[in-house]
């Protein structure tokens, strides 16, 4: 399985990135939310992906706090 495999066309795993993008943050806030446990991130090989299932429950937690 690669990195960017989809289903339905919707990409699971992001690069920090395109994750950041996708919350409207910059990339060192993205990386500070990893490290701090906050938003769940996986390695794969020596590269950081987030997957879209994380960035969904990161928001649904913001939003009930």
């Known amino acids: 399985m690669d990195e960017t495999t989809?289903?339905?066309g919707e990409q699971l795993l992001?690069?920090?990135v395109?994750?950041?993008r996708q919350l409207g943050i910059?990339?060192?806030k993205l990386y500070e939310l990893m490290?701090?446990?906050q938003l769940?991130?996986?390695?794969?090989?020596?590269?950081r992906r987030v997957?879209?299932?994380?960035?969904?429950?990161f928001v649904a937690a913001l939003?009930?706090?």
């Open 6 to 8: 989809t289903v339905a």
């Open 14 to 16: 992001l690069r920090p």
């Open 18 to 20: 395109e994750a950041a």
């Open 26 to 28: 910059g990339r060192t």
């Open 35 to 37: 490290a701090s446990g």
């Open 40 to 47: 769940r991130s996986v390695k794969i090989g020596g590269a």
């Open 51 to 57: 997957s879209a299932t994380a960035l969904a429950e």
């Open 63 to 65: 939003d009930a706090a």
